[in-house]
Nanobody, 113 residues
Framework: EVQLQASGGGLVQPGGSLRLSCAAS????????MNWVRQAPGEGPERVAR???????DYADSVKGRFTASRDNVQRTLYLQMNNLKPEDTGVYYC???????RGQGTLVTVSS
């Protein structure tokens, strides 16, 4: 059974930082490209970062320079370091396996003063 468990969300003030994790199991983690995705209230999903197996990472323009995504293929975990957070970063963040229907339930990030 594929499981993708995101954690690390919470309430943070604008300008603050959070680090999200996504623990994966049930599939060959290092063989797949992975996405971090977020969904703001009332909005559609937005891909935040795409992590390729070879180490390359692509970012949405909205988070470039503020977010850093990484993966640990030994620990089977994705990370998303989020700095200089803005209110528009609020949403549910989840990880997903590219090319499949596998995705986690997500963790809520709220950026508010």
């Amino acid at each position: 059974e594929v499981q993708l468990q995101a954690s690390g969300g919470g309430l943070v003030q604008p300008g603050g930082s959070l680090r999200l994790s996504c623990a994966a199991s049930g599939f060959t983690f290092d063989s797949y490209t992975m996405n971090w995705v977020r969904q703001a209230p009332g909005e559609g999903p937005e891909r935040v970062a795409r992590l390729f197996g070879g180490g390359r990472t692509d970012y949405a323009d909205s988070v470039k320079g503020r977010f850093t995504a990484s993966r640990d293929n030994v620990q089977r975990t994705l990370y998303l370091q989020m700095n200089n957070l803005k209110p528009e970063d609020t949403g549910v963040y989840y990880c997903a396996v590219v090319g499949t229907i596998w995705r986690g339930q997500g963790t809520l990030v709220t950026v508010s003063s």
